[in-house]
């Protein structure tokens, strides 16, 4: 068990704490609890960067931290967007967008490598472009109030999120034409 490995389960582990935030009984102002919810989110956001420089850094790079990492990314936002869903923060047509690509890009790296090409569909700057506008707009949208009484968090999440958006749709349809030839097969 690596460092990097330990922050990874330690961002999947976050994922339960943030949930029973919002299903916990009424003793937790919302606005507090909403606070909590962006500190865990950012803190885990900022593992997700953090444990890959660390293990690249230090030599500990493993296929199973290889393979951990992303999932533990992909727990915590789709984890993070039914939230928001459920508190009416986020449209359920942004959901499904960002969680069915995830889903979509998760079964055709998978395919990929099965094919021994999953080089062919690595990640590249356009889908960290999406993930870094995923990941300052949903803490925004769990924030849900106007930062020291005048900036509008929420608008600017929403704005980011539809971005988030945008760029998800672009990587998807990107990497689904890199596979395209290998879809003959």
């Not at 068990?1 to 389960?9: K, R």
């Not at 420089?53 to 915590?76: E, I, M, N, Y």
């Not at 995923?134 to 999120?161: C, D, H, Y």
Request: positive net charge; contains cysteine.
């Amino acid at each position: 068990m690596t460092l990097p490995t330990l922050l990874t389960w330690l961002r999947i582990l976050a994922i339960p704490v943030l949930v029973a935030l919002y299903y916990l009984p009424e003793t937790i102002n919302p606005v507090t609890r909403d606070l909590v919810a962006t500190v865990i989110f950012v803190a885990a956001a900022v593992t997700d960067w953090f444990d890959g420089w660390l293990a690249r850094k230090t030599g500990q790079t493993s296929a199973f931290g290889a393979f951990l990492d992303p999932v533990a990314d992909k727990l915590l936002v789709c984890s993070a967007l039914l939230l928001l869903l459920e508190f009416n923060r986020v449209s359920a047509l942004i959901a499904l967008i960002i969680i069915g690509r995830e889903i979509t890009i998760s079964a055709l790296r998978e395919w990929m490598a099965s094919l021994g090409k999953r080089g062919n569909v690595a990640v590249n700057s356009l889908g960290k472009f999406k993930t870094a506008a995923q990941m300052v707009a949903i803490p925004m949208l769990l924030f849900n109030e106007k930062l020291f009484g005048v900036i509008p968090v929420r608008e600017i999440g929403t704005v980011l999120l539809y971005v988030a958006a945008v760029l998800t749709v672009w990587s998807m349809a990107y990497y689904l034409w890199l596979a395209r030839v290998h879809m003959r097969d």
